[in-house]
């Protein structure tokens, strides 16, 4: 083990604490610092094992193991602000688990190979923010059967559970009758106007805006839900997206009043009371984390600063430029009172809040509301709370494990499984071996709609074992940078309305067959060849996957090509 900055090679307290050692750098001790590598393990190439890598922000290709013994060339990669604070090692029989807890939202994974060696580093990155606490790492060795990736996930979720970090969907169900629901049945999101994306006008105006598009109206969604209800959906939760002034994205933080050419919030609550009818639960899509100039409570008062005092920038979208809203701001300014608002409407479920769990904590410089990143959490926590005793859930884009305690479905993990990467030999699941039975998700963005695409995201999904989601209309991007996929759920008429709802209550019915393993912990994951994968849950029942073109058996087991099979 090695721990070096720019100016320095430092030595951390090492304690001996039973069933694992904690390493530990003092705060005081890396002021000044831009930076600490902590290089915590090596290996040969040629030996047995692999390294385990949790997904991350940059790039987002899924989890995946790197094994010694593939060929490759030499290379480097940084792996930037993981989802998980944890990577680990295995080497012959025994693998070693490296779980940060201290400045766990500021680090990187840096893989390098180089002279036949392999080596794995944690850089904490003090460029933004000065270290605001110790540097933590606790490192864990397994064996036996807990030497696998699947072993070091067990452990990690063993750990958040035995300090509370969150509760089994098992247990929070009980008290919130939203998730029991949402566990069992689709998440069906409509996408009803937008403004032409990318924009052509960067800052808006009332004057200068560009017009929304219909997409879906209100009365034609009520008409879908009836659909659902006549092909035998007993069970469905919707989610409208783009219902506010100006449509998806609009004028965040404005929400309010409801978009008139969709109809109105007459015609809004005509949807709301229709799923009260039909046991649909209804919510509304909400923004915390995006700020447009068009907005009629524009300020740069609650907009997040960099540390020269510019305003942060979170990308640009049909509004035009979005800035980032600082979360502490977010939670006082506009949520304690929206969101209550939107609840009184008759809203339930999961509420959804976009962006807010699919990007790492971020940090404001404002001298009126400055925040690390670990206060950045904790004012996020507080919307996420507030939306639970508003609506009875939480939902987001994305699965940040500091999140974990209040989120209860992501929608997707990640936005391409199995993407090239120099060190990617194999996907693994490992955020679903933490938190399946924890939070329901559906793992990437290529199988939002699977049921309208292809047979491997439909095994994606399977895998996975994604909470499905059906988005009507999530193909918006005009410069085709549609992210989840160009294949879509439209509904323009009578005909596709009843086409589209027939084939879904098919899915889902097929879903409900797996909808069980919602509430397992996943135990294991195993790659039993190139093409066959298992996965078996705490209650007993195993899942094989094939995604070849052949049918294969396991243990007496046939596996159709291209199938999965269920083994109780």
């Given amino acids: 083990m090695k721990i070096t900055s720019e100016t320095a090679e430092y030595t951390p307290r090492v304690t001996d604490c039973g069933s694992y050692t904690e390493l530990r750098l003092g705060a005081d001790e890396l002021s000044g610092e831009r930076e600490a590598v902590f290089t915590l393990f090596t290996a040969a190439a040629g030996e047995e094992g692999y390294f385990v890598i949790p997904d991350c922000f940059q790039p987002r290709i899924g989890s995946f193991i790197c094994r010694f013994d593939a060929p490759r060339e030499e290379g480097e990669a940084l792996y930037r602000f993981p989802l998980l604070p944890i990577f680990g090692a295995l080497r012959g029989e025994s693998a070693l688990l490296a779980i940060v807890t201290g400045m766990r939202h500021d ?106 598009g219909v997409a879906m109206d209100f009365e034609r969604t009520v008409r879908l839900m009836e659909a659902f209800a006549r092909n035998g959906m007993d069970k469905a939760e919707l989610c409208l997206v783009g219902w506010n002034k100006s449509g998806h994205d609009g004028r965040f933080p404005q929400h309010f009043p409801v978009e008139e050419k969709l109809g109105g919030e007459s015609g809004l609550l005509s949807v709301i009371e229709a799923g009260k009818r039909l046991g649909y639960p209804v919510d509304l899509f909400t923004n915390s984390t995006g700020a447009y100039e068009v907005a009629d409570c524009w300020s740069e008062e609650y907009i997040a600063k960099q540390s020269d005092g510019a305003l942060q920038v979170g990308g640009v979208t049909g509004s035009g430029v979005c800035y980032r809203v600082c979360a502490k701001r977010a939670y006082e300014r506009s949520d304690l009172s929206m969101l209550p608002r939107v609840s009184e409407m008759g809203c339930r479920g999961l509420h959804y809040v976009d962006v807010q769990t699919i990007v790492p904590p971020q940090v404001c410089h404002d001298k009126n509301h400055p925040l690390n990143r670990a206060q950045w959490v904790e004012w996020v926590c507080r919307i996420m709370k507030l939306s639970r005793d508003c609506f009875g859930g939480y939902s987001s884009e994305g699965g940040y494990d500091c999140y974990a305690g209040l989120l209860d479905y992501a929608l997707y993990i990640t936005f391409g499984l199995g993407r090239a990467n120099q060190f990617a030999d194999a996907r693994v ?120 073109d052949r049918e294969q058996r396991y243990n007496g087991t046939v596996v159709p090509a291209l199938d999965y099979v269920i083994i109780d």
Wanted: charged share 25%; with cysteine.
């Fill in 107 to 212: 680090f990187h994974i840096r893989l390098t190979f180089a002279g036949g060696i392999y080596t794995l580093a944690a850089v904490f990155d003090f460029s933004e923010y000065p270290p605001y606490e110790d540097v933590v790492i606790r490192l864990a060795e397994l064996t036996g059967e807990d030497a696998s990736y699947s072993g070091m996930a067990r452990y990690y979720r063993r750990y958040q559970l035995e300090r509370g970090a969150c509760l089994p969907i098992r247990e929070r169900e009980k008290l919130y009758p939203g998730l029991r629901n949402a566990a069992d049945c689709f998440s069906v999101r409509i996408r009803h106007g937008w403004k032409p994306r990318p924009a052509a006008v960067r800052h808006q105006t009332p004057e200068n805006e560009p017009p929304m």
């Fill in 429 to 548: 699941p490992l955020w679903q071996l933490v938190y399946n039975g924890i939070i329901l998700s559906n793992p990437s963005a290529e199988t939002v709609n699977y049921m309208v695409k292809g047979q491997r995201e439909r095994l994606l999904a399977v895998e996975y074992n994604a909470r499905p989601v059906a988005y009507y209309y999530s193909k918006f991007c005009a410069d085709g940078h549609n992210w989840m996929g160009e294949t879509d759920l439209v509904a323009p008429d009578d005909e596709a309305i009843e086409g589209t709802a027939a084939l879904l209550a098919r899915e889902y019915r097929e879903y409900r067959r797996r909808s069980r393993l919602q509430r397992e912990f996943m135990e294991e994951h195993r790659i039993l060849n190139g093409d066959l994968r298992l996965v078996s849950y705490s209650g007993g029942t195993s899942v094989v996957v094939n995604y070849g």
